[in-house]
Structure formats: structure tokens, C-alpha cells
């Protein structure tokens, strides 16, 4: 089969939909499909062919970083899909496309694909789901992403959202949906899993944190805790893995409450060197506001780390492999108390590791991948023009909306 996979930043610069969407391609071309992936230009970004053997398209945008796109170049980026993304579709010859997000990737790839007589399949990855991040766009700018969200839902052939708690989240924002609703779980490769469980050279407790720096992640909670636990004579030492606008503004955190050996952030790392780094680690601390199916736990857990989490979406994961600890809150006091806990039982800390490892090998991107590739077989496509519908309903239908000038 020939299919598209449509996301706005890849390969896995930023976060766990650009990472999900690589595994992904790369299982689909070892499964025989051909495949080409459609993305946005960013400095250094490679195109062609690549080393697992499917296609890089990239659509000029204004990026300018690998991390965290700001909102003017996310609109590029749809600028580029509205001129330009069904013409690579038609090349390519697409026989179905997998959307990683239902905004902005999902709104244009679904069009395209109704007018090509395809099957597309939205992914819902997180803060594309209304509800996901509230406090993340508001006013009028949460409006206009509502309906965009609304709209791609509706049109889609199948949507796949990658946890129980995005599911939730996207049907009761549009109920009538419900029925194309298929959740497709994150997977792991065989070779990010450990044989034993993660631990450190003994000499300090190393906690680990993976992200972006943004205030959903609200690592400095973690770093708030750091001076706690050394007062109680806990041997500690934080690694912060991620970059992101909130980066100086924590490691000034970090320096006036902490040891200057307290804390170190390592920036943004492949994702070769954060699994590497997971393994000489003793406990992983995931303290976001929300989560779908988090690459970064999944990832946690198949290296043997024991879990402390918040209450977000993927404790979920980490309660069925009873791998971890669910706060009660986030704040500094608990997430020192849930430390101090795990940190005296060295013994409960190896069990948690061990199960997280055994989940891991139970999730696989092959699995991941096979499924969005039976969603894409099962769906039916319009038979007659007339029957599909017009972008009237959230986009003006002059072209001259999209121009550069506007």
C-alpha cells in the first residue's frame, strides 16, 4: 500500500508525535508498504530518501528551530499544505494517508484526501484535542482551533487517538464521532528495552525528567523539591532532558535554590543518548498536566525505571503495569515524599522497574503500525463528487487567503 504520513515537524525534533510518527513509517516500509512523509522545512531538515527507506517531502515554512514551532510558522506550515499537499499526494500516488494531529496537519490532509477518493486517519496526539490544554490558546484563537479540531474530526475516515484519556476527551467534544473512534497505542522498539532494571553508580539518587520545557510539563515542581530531599540527607541529583522556552528561566530556578551539582540540564538529546542516559538513572519523574500516551513514560518504563507520576492521562500505563506511583498532587512536598518513599525501599524500586520493562515488551511499534494500516483498509471512500464536502464551512474559498501577503 502507498501511504502519506502528514505531521508538521519531523523527523522527532520536539515531541512525542514526531517521534510516534517516525516508528511509525519506518515499521510500515518493514511491513512492505512504500511510503512518503510530508513535513515542514527546517534548518538542517533532510529530504529524499531515507535511511529506513520511505520519502521526505518538505513544504516551505518560516521555521527556524527544531523545537517548539511558534504559532506564525505553524501558519506557513498550513499555508503550504493548502497550496501544495494534494499535488504531493497525486505524485506520490497515495493510496491512504495517517495524519499525526487533527490541527494543523489532520484539517488539510483530510481534504486532500476526500478529493483523491482515499482514506484518511487523524492520530490525536494531545494538545490537538480540545480540553487536552486549556490554558495553552484562549479568546478567539481557541475558538477558531475548536472548530478547525470539529471539522477534521467529522471528515476524517477513522480517528486514532493514543490513549483511553484523549478518547474520552475527543467524544465528549464532538459526540457524533464516537463511532470512527479506534485507540492506537505508542509502541517500543525491541532494542529500547532493557534486560534489567535502570540504576545509577549508587553514589547519588539520579532522577531523570524528559519533555520540552513548557509550562504544562511543570518541572519546576521538580526542581522545588530538589533542596527538600538533600535536607533530609537524601543524596540527590536531577537530570532535566529537553528544551524549551522555559529553559533559562528553570535553570535560574535551579541555581538559586539548588547545589550547583544538584541540577543539570542536558538540552535536547537523541533519542540514542536519552535512552542511554535513562539507564544510568534511578527514578523517572513525569509531572505534566496532561499526557496522551507518553513516548517519554513508555520509554521510562521499558529502560526499568520506576515511575512517579501525575495524575495526566498516562497514568493510566503506569497503573496497569504497576509500575510506579500516581501523586496526588503535583507540588514540591509530595513529589519529595513519593522520593524519600522509593529512595528507602531499593527493593520496591527494582519490582517497579522489572514490570515496567515486562509492559514494554508487550507494546510494539510493528503492532502500532499494523493497526493504523487495517484502520486504512477498512475505511470507505465517497463514490460520487457531489458527495464531498466544500472547505465553505471553515476556510474562504480564495486561494488568496494563503497568500504569502496574508
Not at 91 to 104: C, D, L, R
Not at 183 to 200: K, L, R, T
Amino acid at each position: 500500500m502507498r501511504i502519506a504520513i502528514v505531521i508538521h515537524e519531523f523527523p522527532p525534533y520536539g515531541g512525542g508525535a514526531a517521534t510516534a510518527a517516525a516508528q511509525v513509517a519506518a515499521e510500515l516500509v518493514r511491513g512492505g508498504h512504500h511510503v512518503l512523509v510530508v513535513t515542514s522545512s527546517v534548518p538542517g531538515g533532510c529530504e529524499g530518501e531515507s535511511e529506513h527507506g520511505y520519502e521526505i517531502t518538505r513544504l516551505p515554512t518560516t521555521r527556524r528551530s527544531r523545537l517548539a514551532p511558534r504559532p506564525h510558522e505553524l501558519l506557513t506550515y498550513a499555508a503550504s499544505c493548502f497550496w501544495r499537499l494534494e499535488r504531493h499526494l497525486r505524485k506520490f500516488q497515495a493510496e491512504g494517508v495517517i495524519a499525526f494531529m487533527a490541527v494543523p496537519s489532520g484539517y488539510f490532509a483530510v481534504r486532500a484526501a476526500q478529493r483523491m477518493r482515499i482514506p484518511a486517519v487523524v492520530s490525536l496526539r494531545g494538545s490537538d484535542v480540545p480540553g487536552f490544554s486549556p490554558d495553552r490558546i484562549s479568546g478567539l484563537y481557541r475558538a477558531v482551533a475548536d472548530r478547525l479540531v470539529r471539522s477534521t474530526l467529522r471528515r476524517a475516515d477513522a480517528i486514532a487517538p493514543n490513549s483511553e484519556f484523549l478518547a474520552s476527551l475527543a467524544t465528549g467534544f464532538c459526540p457524533d464521532v464516537a463511532s470512527r473512534m479506534t485507540i492506537v497505542f505508542n509502541g517500543i522498539e525491541p532494542a529500547a528495552i532493557a534486560d534489567q532494571p535502570a540504576c545509577s553508580d549508587g553514589t547519588s539518587l539520579r532522577l531523570v525528567q524528559v519533555g520540552q520545557l513548557i509550562a504544562r510539563k511543570q518541572v519546576q515542581h521538580v526542581i522545588e523539591a530538589i533542596p527538600r530531599l538533600l535536607e533530609a540527607n537524601i543524596p540527590v541529583r536531577l537530570t532535566v532532558i529537553g528544551s524549551g522556552p522555559l529553559e533559562n528561566e528553570l535553570r535560574d530556578l535551579a541555581r538559586r535554590l539548588c547545589p550547583a551539582d544538584a541540577v543539570e540540564f542536558l538540552g535536547h538529546l537523541s533519542r540514542d543518548r536519552i535512552l542511554t542516559t535513562l539507564r544510568c538513572c534511578d527514578l523517572f519523574l513525569s509531572t505534566s498536566k496532561a499526557e496522551g500516551m507518553s513516548n517519554a513514560v513508555l520509554e521510562a518504563m521499558a529502560s526499568g525505571l520506576p515511575i512517579i507520576i501525575a495524575p495526566n492521562g498516562s497514568e493510566d500505563i503506569v497503573k496497569a503495569a504497576r509500575s510506579g506511583r500516581v501523586l496526588q498532587e503535583v507540588t514540591s512536598v509530595e513529589i519529595a515524599q513519593q522520593v524519600t518513599e522509593l529512595y528507602a525501599q531499593p527493593t520496591e524500586r527494582r519490582d517497579l522497574g522489572l514490570r515496567g520493562i515486562e509492559f514494554a515488551r508487550q507494546h510494539s511499534w510493528t503492532a502500532t503500525a499494523s493497526s493504523f494500516v487495517e484502520l486504512l483498509r477498512a475505511t470507505v471512500r465517497f463514490s460520487r463528487s457531489d458527495d464531498v464536502p466544500t472547505d465553505s464551512d471553515v476556510l474562504p474559498n480564495d486561494r488568496s487567503a494563503f497568500s504569502p501577503g496574508n
